[in-house]
Structures are given as C-alpha cells and as structure tokens.
C-alpha cells in the first residue's frame, strides 16, 4: 500500500523506494560476530528465483549504483546514530585533545529531522563559537548529491558554506540558519554497540596512524582521511 506522499507527486519528481526481505531480528553484537556473512553491495540483491516469475531483473545496475543504494538505504534516518558515534569515539581520548565538536540538527517542513557534527571555527572572535566545518555521515541516504570529496567520498567533510549549498540538493527547503546547535544527543539503545565501534576505530587508529573511515568509494582511487 502507498502513502499519500508516494501517490500524490504534483511535481512528477523521480522517487525511489527500496524492497526489503523479512529476516530474523537483528542484534548489534552481530557486527562482531566474525563467522557473519559481510554485508556489502555487492550481495545487496536477492538471487534469482527460478520460481518466482515476477521477479525483477536488476541485473543492469552498475556497480556504482548498488553502492549508492546500499548506504542511501543504510544512513537512512542514522544521523542521530553517526553523530553519537562520533561522541563515544572522541570521549575515549583525553579531555585536552584539540578538538570540539558541536551537534546540529536541521529540519525539513513536513518531512524530517537532519543531525551532523560542526567543528568550531578556531579563527572565530573571542567569546563566539562558530561552526567552520561540518562532518554529515548519514548523508548518503539522500542519494549520490550526499558524496563528498568532490564525489568521491561516502560521506561529507566540508566548510559551513559549502554545506549550505549543499542542503539545497538535499531537499527543498532547511532551516539551517536557525538549527539547533547541542554540546550532544543523549543516549539511546544503541550506545553498547557504537562504543564499541568506537573502540574499534581508535585501535585501528593506534595500528595503523590513518582511519579510513568508510570514505573510500570502491569506485574511485580518491579517498578522505582523518
């Protein structure tokens, strides 16, 4: 059944909507679990079914494309969730490290709430902290127009103004100049498992020295690191 929003398309704007099959319940400790089958875009799709007539051929979707749809349908309502993850990864480092981060979080009329994390201005004037960058890693669940790094990355890093214009790609309207700007976003469920991502990254961090945080597209040589 379709809601009215999916019916009712004055503009005849392109929609995509995605199908899902029914599995067991999930539970974050499956991340952990290393006997677990990867789950990548390139096992997104179901295998034909000989006894399924109506099934759609999907065959013609490059390999581009499926990465596109496997995180626009994975970072779909995760902001709050990213910006969380990157509170529990910064707590596991000394209070005296250089950075400060600061959650904001955007609304669409009607349609739903945007979360990202704004870095302070260090130039800024005494006394006033202003957002000179912003770090959005949800922003793929709004299709190809949420990849940075010029179209390379799989997620946005970027100046304040940049973003801005940005939004504009994302959606219709956004009341960026007037977000909600929070020191953090309370708990939720989830914080057992994000602590422990978390915890994974900053070991990779200590191994390696580069985190490659997901950024890296397997369509293109280019990456973003922190």
């Not at 952990?32 to 096992?43: E, F, G, I, Q, V």
């Not at 349908?73 to 209070?95: E, G, M, W």
């Not at 302070?120 to 912003?134: F, H, L, R, T, Y």
């Not at 939004?167 to 007037?178: I, S, Y």
Request: proline share 8%; hydrophobic share 35%; glycine share 8%.
């Amino acid at each position: 059944m379709l809601t009215h929003e999916w019916r009712n398309n004055p503009t005849n704007k392109q929609k995509t909507g995605f199908v899902f099959d029914r599995l067991p319940p999930y539970s974050p400790e499956d991340d952990d679990d290393p006997s677990a089958p990867p789950d990548l875009p390139s096992t997104m799709l179901a295998p034909r079914d000989p006894q399924w007539a109506a099934q759609p051929d999907l065959s013609y979707l490059t390999p581009f494309q499926l990465e596109t749809f496997y995180w626009q349908a994975r970072n779909h309502d995760a902001c709050y969730k990213s910006v969380t993850l990157i509170q529990h990864f910064f707590a596991l480092f000394p209070p005296d490290t250089q950075v400060r981060p600061r959650g904001v979080t955007l609304s669409w009329e009607e349609v739903m709430d945007h979360a990202v994390v704004g870095f302070p201005n260090p130039s800024a004037k005494a006394g006033k902290e202003e957002a000179g960058m912003i770090l959005d890693l949800a922003s793929l669940q709004y299709g190809d127009v949420g990849r940075g790094c010029g179209g390379k990355s799989l997620f946005v890093l970027e100046d304040i103004d940049a973003y801005g214009k940005r939004l504009g790609k994302f959606a219709e309207g956004n009341t960026f100049d007037d977000a909600k700007v929070s020191m953090a976003i309370g708990g939720s469920p989830w914080d057992g498992w994000l602590k422990r991502v978390a915890e994974r990254v900053k070991d990779r961090r200590r191994r390696g020295g580069i985190i490659n945080v997901g950024a890296k597209s397997n369509y293109n040589n280019d990456y973003t690191s922190l």
